[in-house]
């Protein structure tokens, strides 16, 4: 099997999935007025029942001058959150970005996602994509760690496999995939305890854990139209090669042991 080319698998939803969180971001050309609160508010108010909570973050990233790397400007984000946490809406003046922690199946974030997109269309109006990305982050962790051969096929588990894994503290891997006109990054293996791969998206546990995170993006160079149903029509494929790719690194025993039926 080719999980790039074959056809798709079908969705079996895993009521216990690992996944500790799905991040799609849709970047655009720099809208300033989007720092504004007066210009952010329509885009709040239109999202608000669902997402009540606002948080207003300043990020700061890097630029390289000619005395070196320095400071960059300071860019407003506006977090929006549900009540009980488990989803985020980030609108910022370069991109509108939807991720949870509870994630519902796919169908259901892709119209919460849908949502979101055509309130930016609506009000902010990027006039083109610059890129879209969609992620998917697991940890496996406990008793899983355990199970992994069986969880797991050999080749993504590669020295995990081996005698010496009782030895591994720290073992990844990254792969890069053409997808058509994407890209797909894939990055697999085992962590110690209070490790993390990305502190923004995954917060660090008091014991080892084995991570798979797939990361698919349009390559630079395709920017398109900001049209909300083409945006989510790209982000549903994503969504499934992203699955399809899930599927070949896992086994049957996977899908049983956290809740599917097969």
Same mark, same amino acid.
């Given at each position: 099997?080719?999980?790039?080319?074959?056809?798709?698998?079908?969705?079996?939803?895993?009521?216990?999935?690992?996944?500790?969180?799905?991040?799609?971001?849709?970047?655009?050309?720099?809208?300033?007025?989007?720092?504004?609160?007066?210009?952010?508010?329509?885009?709040?108010?239109?999202?608000?029942?669902?997402?009540?909570?606002?948080?207003?973050?300043?990020?700061?990233?890097?630029?390289?001058?000619?005395?070196?790397?320095?400071?960059?400007?300071?860019?407003?984000?506006?977090?929006?959150?549900?009540?009980?946490?488990?989803?985020?809406?980030?609108?910022?003046?370069?991109?509108?970005?939807?991720?949870?922690?509870?994630?519902?199946? #796919?169908?259901?974030? @892709?119209?919460?996602?849908?949502?979101? %997109?055509? =309130?930016?269309?609506? $009000?902010?109006?990027?006039?083109? +994509?610059?890129?879209?990305?969609?992620?998917?982050?697991?940890?496996?962790?406990?008793?899983?760690?355990?199970?992994?051969?069986?969880?797991? #096929?050999?080749?993504? @588990?590669?020295?995990?496999?081996?005698? %010496?894994? =009782?030895?591994?503290? $720290?073992?990844?891997?990254?792969? +890069?995939?053409?997808?058509?006109?994407?890209?797909?990054?894939?990055?697999?293996?085992?962590?110690?305890?209070?490790?993390?791969?990305?502190?923004?998206?995954?917060?660090?546990?008091?014991?080892?854990?084995?991570?798979?995170?797939?990361?698919?993006?349009?390559?630079?160079?395709?920017?398109?139209?900001?049209?909300?149903?083409?945006?989510?029509?790209?982000?549903?494929?994503?969504?499934?090669?992203?699955?399809?790719?899930?599927?070949?690194?896992?086994?049957?025993?996977?899908?049983?042991?956290?809740?599917?039926?097969?």
């Amino acid at each position: 099997m080719n999980p790039f080319t074959d056809s798709l698998p079908s969705e079996i939803p895993l009521p216990r999935a690992p996944l500790v969180r799905v991040l799609c971001q849709i970047r655009f050309p720099a809208v300033l007025s989007v720092e504004s609160q007066e210009f952010a508010a329509p885009f709040q108010e239109e999202l608000r029942q669902q997402y009540p909570i606002l948080r207003q973050e300043q990020s700061t990233g890097l630029a390289i001058g000619p005395s070196g790397v320095v400071p960059a400007k300071s860019e407003t984000a506006w977090r929006f959150h549900d009540l009980a946490n488990d989803w985020r809406v980030s609108l910022s003046p370069t991109f509108v970005a939807l991720e949870t922690t509870k994630y519902p199946g #796919r169908q259901a974030f @892709l119209e919460r996602l849908l949502a979101v %997109v055509v =309130a930016a269309e609506r $009000h902010v109006k990027p006039a083109v +994509v610059d890129r879209i990305g969609l992620r998917y982050l697991d940890r496996l962790s406990e008793e899983a760690m355990q199970k992994l051969p069986e969880l797991v #096929r050999p080749e993504i @588990l590669g020295i995990a496999a081996t005698e %010496v894994n =009782a030895q591994v503290s $720290h073992s990844v891997t990254e792969t +890069v995939f053409e997808v058509g006109s994407a890209q797909m990054m894939a990055r697999w293996g085992q962590i110690p305890a209070m490790a993390t791969m990305d502190p923004d998206l995954m917060q660090p546990i008091d014991r080892p854990s084995w991570i798979l995170d797939l990361d698919i993006f349009t390559k630079e160079g395709e920017a398109t139209s900001f049209i909300a149903n083409d945006v989510l029509t790209k982000v549903r494929g994503f969504a499934e090669r992203i699955h399809s790719v899930f599927r070949w690194c896992v086994t049957e025993e996977f899908l049983r042991y956290y809740g599917g039926e097969i």
